[in-house]
Nanobody, 115 residues
């Protein structure tokens, strides 16, 4: 059974940094395209970043240059390093993977950017 568990969210001031973690079980993260999405209050869930098999990465324009997705194969964990955070980054952040066409999501971790 695939499980994704996010952690690392919290309250941070504008300009600050956070690192989110997504610990996976039931899959080997290096074998799958892993992604982060986010959902702000009152808005639809949106794509943030993806790391593909072979470590190719792509990002939403809103976070390009500020966020970095990576993975630690030994820990079977995917990370989202977030720098220069802005109030618009406030959202619940979710880890995501497609396995045989079925999407799996974690429970999310909340990020609040406020002074």
């Amino acid at each position: 059974q695939v499980q994704l568990v996010e952690s690392g969210g919290g309250l941070v001031q504008p300009g600050g940094s956070l690192r989110l973690s997504c610990a996976a079980s039931g899959i080997v993260v290096r074998s799958y395209d892993m992604a982060w999405h986010r959902q702000a209050p009152g808005k639809q869930r949106e794509f943030v970043a993806r790391i593909r098999n072979g470590d190719y990465t792509n990002y939403a324009d809103a976070v390009k240059g500020r966020f970095t997705i990576s993975r630690d194969n030994a820990k079977n964990t995917v990370y989202l390093e977030m720098n220069n955070l802005k109030p618009d980054d406030t959202a619940d952040y979710y880890c995501n993977v497609l396995v045989l066409g079925y999407p799996y999501w974690g429970q999310g971790t909340q990020v609040t950017v406020a002074s």
